[in-house]
Structure formats: structure tokens, C-alpha cells
């Protein structure tokens, strides 16, 4: 038995701490897409572990693999796995040979072309780490994989065709003076110094052959970002440059779509909306309870620090989310920060040019001209929520409940668990497949 987790909004939906919590039955956790752009926040005992590319796995002492699927910022990789040490933890993290290598003139890239985008109507937003170009240069051809970084003499071959290549164009197009990060001896050095470092630690491996040997294993598969900002199925153009959906995982690990279609397919939802970077979000709100909310989650980007927007919670998008990827159950975190709101709502339909619509639209235009119809929710009181957590279900207030429940009847899917705080033990966890499930597969 295998799961997935998929965000199912715009990102920072809680996945790194749904990935810890259904990574306790997993032998192996793989992210399948992304980079450093994501920052997975999973909080232990008052230990807040903030992860962008390692696996959230590893915090439980599980194998974490970097998938195929992925691009891989190597500073960051190595930066994490030190700064794991230092805190006492063995990570284990094995890299695919096959995922790529972001490159320093990726990032240079990344600010040149958002630069040259308009601030109101083409920006997107991005992280500034290199992700799109680096995606590009993959689907382009130009792209430079992890597994070459073993071999100096791939290595420097791939760096020479390429890199004049980049330099020339970031010229010509943008009109930028160039510098290190174009210099193909500098960039060659410090890249074979990686490639010597995954060596030495026996980081790289043929991903797709080990998750294959390994038949017995429960497999946990980590997306990253979320379903609205799918290059595919997200509000293009503006999303990131990967599949985070569910086929994002099969594609993205180099497993069969069995691996991840007989298993779980686990959304994770947020009880609000929030969005970094820019593009439509028809329930957006602004002004003091927007920024309440803000505080209270600490809603500020974990990898730029820019403060996320705010929006009610919506079910077009969910219900869009639910058909993509094929939920088979959802998780719904951050309900104690809506305690104490005068106001709740949620969006059940848009209304666009007079008719009503269900879903999201593919347009981004039409998106942003859709009227989000409300409907109304009791609130419920702050308080204690770890005593509530530990009270299970039924502890919750019964306004909580009932939003929680009519979430998921919309969507027709069961909640698995329950977010009432950031850590481990604010987790109200009803169905955990890969411990339970398990179990009674192993029972029948
Ligand atoms: P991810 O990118 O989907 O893994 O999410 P992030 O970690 O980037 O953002 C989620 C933020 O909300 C983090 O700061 C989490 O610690 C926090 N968080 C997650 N679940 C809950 C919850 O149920 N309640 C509260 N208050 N915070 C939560
Ligand atoms: P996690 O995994 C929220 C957003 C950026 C921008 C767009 C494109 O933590 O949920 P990119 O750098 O990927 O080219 O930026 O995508 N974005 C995220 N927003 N959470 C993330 O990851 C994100 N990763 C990218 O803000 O709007
Ligand atoms: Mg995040």
C-alpha cells in the first residue's frame, strides 16, 4: 500500500506535516517534482524543522528520495542535510540520477525574465530560484542531470555546449552584463565538487530501480506547491514549472501509475486560502481579518518571506483539485486559526457573466472575473486545541465539524485528518492508511 499527498490549493496547504504524520507507516518518502522553491514545515515537541527540498520523511528517520521529477539546487540539498545533522539527525536522503541540476545562471535567468514581466498583468512572481528556467533547459534539451555531475568529462561537455549558448541569450534578450554564473570553467569546478561530494556519500542512485526493489515497501509520495499551480491543471501562466497533480508522482519517481492509482490519493486542503505570488483568487480578501489571519499563521512565505495573500475557502478549486488528481480523502488543517472570526464563509460556486459555475475556469481572465457566491459558517472559540486534539473528533467544536463536513461531502471524500496547530500533537488523525491500512491488509 502506497499514499500520496497532493496540494490542493496554491501551496503551503500543510503537506510537510500531513507528509510527517502518514510518514509514520512509510518506509520510503519521495518528493516527485519541484525544487527549492518549496519549504515544507513540519514541527515536532517545539522543533520546527523547515525543509525545501529533503523529504519531509527524513524527520521521522525514513529513506527520502529526490525524484526524477525534481530540480535539484544543490547548495540547498547539502545545506539542509548539514543543518539536519547538526540537530542530531542521521538524514537519509538518496537523489535520482535522473533529476535535474539548477544552475547558478538559472537564478540569473529567473530575475531577468520576471524582471522584463509587467508588474500588473504578466508578473508572476516566482521564488527567484531558477525553478522555470530549469525546467526549460529540461523540456529544451539544454538540461544537466544529477547523475552527470559523476562523470567530469559529461560534465564539462554538457557545460560547454550549453553555456555560451545562455550567456548569449541572456545578452542579447535582456541586455544584462553577465559574470560567474556563465563562466563554464567556475561553474565546472564547483559542480564537480557536488558530483564528488553525492559520490563520496553514495547520494545518487537510478531512483525508478531502487523504488522497484524495494516492492514491499510503503511508499509515501510528497508533492510540492499545489494543484492550482500545476503547469498542466493549475491557472496557467501563473504557476510553477512542474506537475504537482497526482501523475506528477508517477511520472515524476519512475514508478508504474498502479504504484500510485492503487493507493491513496490524500489532498491536503487548508480551511482558508493563501497564495504567494501573483495571479486570479476570486475569494481574496484584504484588511483586519485578512491580516488576523495572517498573524496567526505566521502566513509569510517560508522560502521568500513575502506575506501570503488571504482568501476564503473555495470550492470551485477544490472540487477542480478533487477531479485532477482523484482524491480518495483529503486533510484539512489550520481550522484554529479561523476560531474567534466574526465572519466565516466559504465560496460553493462562482457566478460568471450571469451563470453559475461549479469549477475553475481555464482562462485566467475569466477567473478573475468570477463573483465568488458565499455561503455562511457559525464560527467557533479559541482554545486549548492540543487538549482537543487529544480528545479526538468529537472534541472538536461542533461549528469546526460541521465546516469540516460539509467540505467534505461536497467533494465526497472522507477527511483523514485534522489540523488544529502546527505541530505533531495538534493533529486530529482519524484513518492513517499506511499504519492502519496496513494493518488490516496484513490481517485479511
Ligand atoms: P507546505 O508547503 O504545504 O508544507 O506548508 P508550509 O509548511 O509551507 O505552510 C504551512 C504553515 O502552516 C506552516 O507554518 C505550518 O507549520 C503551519 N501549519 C500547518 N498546519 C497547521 C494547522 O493546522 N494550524 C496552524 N495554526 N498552523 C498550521
Ligand atoms: P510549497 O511546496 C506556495 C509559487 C510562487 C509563484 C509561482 C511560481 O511550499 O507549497 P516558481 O519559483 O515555482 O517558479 O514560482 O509558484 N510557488 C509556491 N507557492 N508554496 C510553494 O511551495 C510554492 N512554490 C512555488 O510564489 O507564484
Ligand atoms: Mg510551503
Given at each position: 500500500m502506497n499514499a500520496t499527498v497532493i496540494g490542493s490549493q496554491f501551496g503551503d496547504e500543510g503537506k510537510g506535516r500531513m507528509t510527517d504524520i502518514f510518514?509514520?507507516?512509510a518506509d520510503v518518502v519521495v518528493r516527485f517534482q519541484g525544487g527549492n522553491n518549496a519549504g515544507h514545515t513540519i514541527t515536532v515537541g517545539g522543533e520546527e524543522y523547515a525543509l525545501r527540498l529533503v523529504p519531509s520523511?527524513?524527520?521521522?528517520?525514513?529513506t527520502g528520495v529526490v525524484g526524477n521529477g525534481c530540480v535539484v539546487g544543490l547548495d540547498t540539498l547539502f545545506t539542509e542535510i548539514d543543518a539536519l545533522r547538526e540537530r542530531g539527525l542521521d538524514p537519509d536522503v538518496l537523489v535520482s540520477d535522473r533529476a535535474h541540476v539548477v544552475l547558478p545562471y538559472h537564478r540569473v535567468l529567473d530575475d531577468v525574465e520576471e524582471a522584463a514581466r509587467d508588474e500588473e498583468t504578466?508578473?508572476?512572481?516566482?521564488?527567484?530560484?531558477?525553478?522555470?528556467?530549469?525546467?526549460?533547459d529540461k523540456a529544451g534539451r539544454h538540461g544537466i542531470r544529477v547523475g552527470e555531475l559523476l562523470d567530469a568529462e559529461a560534465l564539462r561537455t554538457r557545460l560547454e555546449h550549453v553555456v555560451s549558448r545562455k550567456r548569449a541569450y541572456v545578452e542579447a534578450a535582456y541586455d544584462v552584463e553577465t559574470g560567474d554564473e556563465f563562466d563554464v570553467e567556475g561553474l565546472f569546478e564547483e559542480f564537480r565538487a557536488y558530483g564528488r561530494r553525492l559520490d563520496r556519500e553514495g547520494l545518487v542512485v537510478d531512483a525508478s530501480s531502487f523504488l522497484a526493489e524495494r516492492e514491499d515497501a510503503a511508499v509515501l509520495f510528497e508533492g510540492a506547491q499545489g494543484t492550482h499551480l500545476d503547469r498542466d491543471h493549475g491557472g496557467y501562466p501563473f504557476v510553477t514549472s512542474s506537475n504537482p497533480t497526482a501523475?506528477?508522482?508517477?511520472?515524476?519517481?519512475?514508478?508504474?501509475?498502479?504504484?500510485?492509482?492503487?493507493?491513496?490519493?490524500?489532498?491536503?486542503?487548508?480551511?482558508?486560502?493563501?497564495?504567494?505570488?501573483?495571479?486570479?483568487?476570486?475569494?481574496?480578501f484584504e484588511g483586519e481579518v485578512a491580516a488576523e489571519i495572517r498573524e496567526r499563521a505566521g502566513e509569510f512565505g517560508t522560502v521568500t518571506g513575502r506575506p501570503r495573500r488571504i482568501g476564503w475557502l473555495d470550492l470551485p478549486m477544490l472540487r477542480h483539485a478533487a477531479r485532477v488528481?482523484?482524491?480518495?480523502?483529503?486533510?484539512?488543517?489550520?481550522?484554529?486559526?479561523?476560531?474567534?472570526?466574526?465572519?466565516l464563509v466559504v465560496c460553493d460556486a462562482y457566478e460568471l457573466d450571469g451563470e453559475r459555475v461549479e469549477t475553475v475556469p481555464s482562462s485566467p481572465d475569466e477567473w478573475t472575473r468570477c463573483e465568488p457566491r458565499f455561503e455562511r459558517f457559525e464560527t467557533w472559540d479559541d482554545r486549548d486545541w492540543i487538549a482537543v486534539a487529544e480528545g479526538g473528533y468529537g472534541a472538536l467544536p461542533e461549528n469546526a465539524r460541521a465546516y469540516a463536513e460539509y467540505v467534505a461531502d461536497e467533494l465526497d471524500v472522507p477527511i483523514y485528518a485534522l489540523g488544529?496547530?502546527?505541530?505533531?500533537?495538534?493533529t486530529i488523525v482519524r484513518e492513517n492508511p499506511l499504519v492502519q491500512g496496513r494493518e488490516r491488509e496484513l490481517e485479511a
Open positions: 510518514g509514520e507507516g520523511g527524513v524527520v521521522r528517520g525514513k504578466t508578473a508572476v512572481g516566482t521564488t527567484g530560484n531558477g525553478i522555470g528556467p530549469a525546467y526549460a501523475g506528477g508522482a508517477v511520472v515524476g519517481s519512475g514508478v508504474p501509475p498502479q504504484a500510485v492509482a492503487d493507493g491513496e490519493i490524500i489532498g491536503v486542503v487548508k480551511a482558508y486560502l493563501s497564495r504567494v505570488g501573483a495571479g486570479p483568487m476570486p475569494t481574496e488528481n482523484g482524491f480518495t480523502a483529503i486533510t484539512l488543517s489550520h481550522l484554529d486559526v479561523l476560531a474567534g472570526l466574526d465572519e488544529v496547530g502546527p505541530g505533531r500533537e495538534a
